[in-house]
């Protein structure tokens, strides 16, 4: 079979992936399953929309890719999967059904991979340790939270067949949906970051979820390795007994361990050597420490991990000052333990107010009040909070101290107006809460723009 070396994708392998004869066509540079952001030279999926229980999806979207395809064309894409004909001028292979065709698409690729596969999943953290991974071992990966049943197959389509390393993140916010992702991207080392109440209202209990998390060892490669959060490495160990199960943390037992010493620093204890890098709170340095630990799997030096130590994905620690206000954007997501984490990491900062603009969180289930009630102790250290959503206002915000209740909003409309003027050169703000709260509102990219314009006119 002839192979264009240049592009992502020959048709051929493309025709042979979905099992189909082989037939000639264009190469194809990219892979997308959105008309809107199509470039040219990519292969349009034209995804149904349909429902799909098996990976907890009961209702269809209400849009079907296949309306699409003239849209993708006009874009550019170079070629098409699809399952109903559409009778355009373009190159396309058609399948039974699309996604399973992604899917297709996606191991194929993965039988051509001969570097080293990586997966990662935690309720926090994902994507900033494979952001960490990627810089480190210099490897593409895909950008976001491309974690569940459509991000992990199209992650491993784009992968480049020559890829000598590759990292995914594989997520779950229902049971039964990270067993096979993990054993379709059948990493050689798998990753169990946290197991935090994050979506816990979709499990029966934090068992439950534990279970659903270590299930990503289900997919790791004969001979690999599985590298756990201590508090879950007797249970892995047990589940796993043929794999190579490390452990990460604060204890002396642990493989691999981290210490916050002065100055925010943290030093990283791996199996041959010591690191001291800047650590961002300990919700940050474990994260770091488990990238630590990946790269002393596969035989990296940990000198690497000074040049990793600040990159961070939008939305998950980036600093920015604006007008003498340090924000601290930790809008992408949030949940219990990641939120108390973030909320006592600013009660340690030195210099101006501390200031939290909190939003609720999201999937709690029956646990909803209590968990925002246990943030009190960590709200009340600060000098001012903002609250966001009812969740955060019914069960936080009204019980804090009144010294420090700035206010209490729905929803974000207005809120970036509302701190104009209400900060302070030197002030550090961070912003965080569940991803509809802020991050899909675009609500810190508002607030900069505010300040600034404030700042402007000042």
């Not at 997520?171 to 979506?199: C, D, F, M, Q, Y």
């Not at 289930?365 to 009812?390: C, F, R, W, Y």
Request: aromatic share 6%; charged share 20%; with cysteine.
């Amino acid at each position: 079979m002839s192979i264009d070396i240049d592009a992502l994708w020959s048709w051929m392998e493309l025709c042979e992936a979905i099992g189909l004869d082989k037939q000639h066509g264009p190469s194809i540079h990219g892979i997308s399953i959105d008309s809107r952001t199509i470039r040219v030279g990519e292969l349009f999926v034209a995804l149904s929309g349909k429902a799909r229980p098996e990976f907890n999806v009961l209702e269809d979207s209400g849009r079907d890719g296949h309306d699409y395809i003239a849209a993708a064309i006009r874009q550019g894409a170079g070629g098409v999967l699809a399952h109903r004909r559409h009778g355009l001028d373009v190159s396309t292979v058609y399948c039974e059904d699309t996604l399973d065709g992604l899917w297709d698409l996606a191991r194929y690729r993965r039988s051509q991979l001969a570097g080293n596969v990586v997966a990662v999943t935690g309720s926090s953290g994902k994507t900033t340790m494979k952001s960490f991974l990627s810089q480190a071992l210099e490897c593409d990966t895909s950008e976001g939270s491309f974690n569940n049943y459509l991000g992990v197959p199209l992650s491993i389509a784009r992968t480049s067949r020559e890829a000598e390393r590759s990292v995914y993140e594989i997520g779950t916010n229902h049971p039964g949906e990270i067993s096979p992702l993990s054993k379709l991207a059948r990493p050689h080392i798998a990753v169990v970051l946290n197991v935090l109440n994050a979506h816990i209202g979709n499990f029966a209990d934090f068992e439950a979820l534990k279970e659903e998390k270590l299930s990503i060892g289900e997919g790791v490669e004969t001979g690999g390795c599985l590298v756990v959060h201590e508090d879950l490495f007797d249970s892995a160990s047990k589940r796993f007994p043929a794999l190579d199960v490390r452990s990460f943390g604060q204890s002396t037992s642990a493989d691999y361990r981290y210490t916050m010493t002065t100055n925010d620093q943290v030093e990283l204890s791996m199996l041959q050597e010591n690191v001291t890098i800047p650590g961002g709170g300990e919700h940050r340095a474990s994260t770091l420490c488990a990238t630590a630990a990946v790269l002393d799997v596969l035989g990296e030096n940990a000198a690497k991990m000074h040049t990793i130590s600040e990159v961070l994905p939008p939305g998950r620690g980036r600093s920015f000052d604006v007008a003498g206000i340090r924000i601290i954007d930790e809008s992408y997501n949030a949940n219990p333990e990641s939120m108390r984490k973030c909320l006592e990491h600013l009660a340690r900062q030195v210099g101006g107010r501390r200031i939290a603009i909190v939003g609720e969180m999201a999937e709690l289930g029956e646990q909803t009040a209590k968990l925002h009630a246990s943030m009190m102790p960590a709200l009340n250290a600060l000098d001012g909070v903002i609250s966001v959503g009812l969740a955060m206002n019914d069960y936080a915000y009204e019980a804090l101290e009144s010294r420090i209740k700035w206010g209490a909003f729905a929803d974000v409309e207005g809120l970036a107006t509302f701190c104009k003027g209400l900060f302070k050169p030197n002030d550090i703000v961070l912003v965080k809460g569940s991803n509809t709260v802020f991050w899909t509102r675009n609500f810190v990219p508002d607030l900069i723009t505010v300040l600034s314009e404030s700042n402007d006119a000042s």
